[in-house]
């Protein structure tokens, strides 16, 4: 079963702005709240790697490539999390994958959405 939908990615040039969401609609508030989200990303021909994570008391960390571009945040009534990414550069095409990890170490990964940025 799907646990995680991501969303939102797409074609943008250089120096734009993409949103990303991420949906956990089979989560209940008590399994999501708690948990550790993320957003990874995988270039071509290139390990997956951390871009951005926020923790259940709303811990930030960014990849040094995208500190100061990308923004990521969590609506635990909602049960998402977004990652807003301005002053796009080419090198950040990628796949980009929402990930959880519950409270009780279980690991969750999303489909993944594609960004593609463009000179």
């Known amino acids: 079963q799907v646990q995680l939908v991501e969303s939102g990615g797409g074609l943008v040039q250089a120096g734009g702005s993409l949103s990303l969401s991420c949906a956990a609609p089979?989560?209940?508030?008590?399994?999501?709240?708690?948990?550790?989200m993320a957003w990874y990303r995988q270039p071509p021909g290139k390990e997956r790697e951390l871009v951005a994570r926020?923790?259940?008391?709303?811990?930030?960390t960014y990849a040094a490539s995208v500190q100061g571009r990308f923004f990521i945040s969590r609506d635990n009534s909602r049960k998402m999390v977004w990652l807003q990414m301005s002053d796009l550069k080419p090198e950040d095409t990628a796949v980009y994958y929402c990930?959880?990890?519950?409270?009780?170490?279980?690991?969750?990964w999303g489909q993944g959405t594609q960004v593609t940025v463009f000179a």
């Open positions: 926020i923790t259940s008391s709303l811990t930030t």
């Open positions: 990930n959880q990890v519950r409270q009780n170490s279980e690991i969750y």
């Open positions: 089979r989560n209940i508030f008590s399994v999501f709240a708690p948990s550790e």
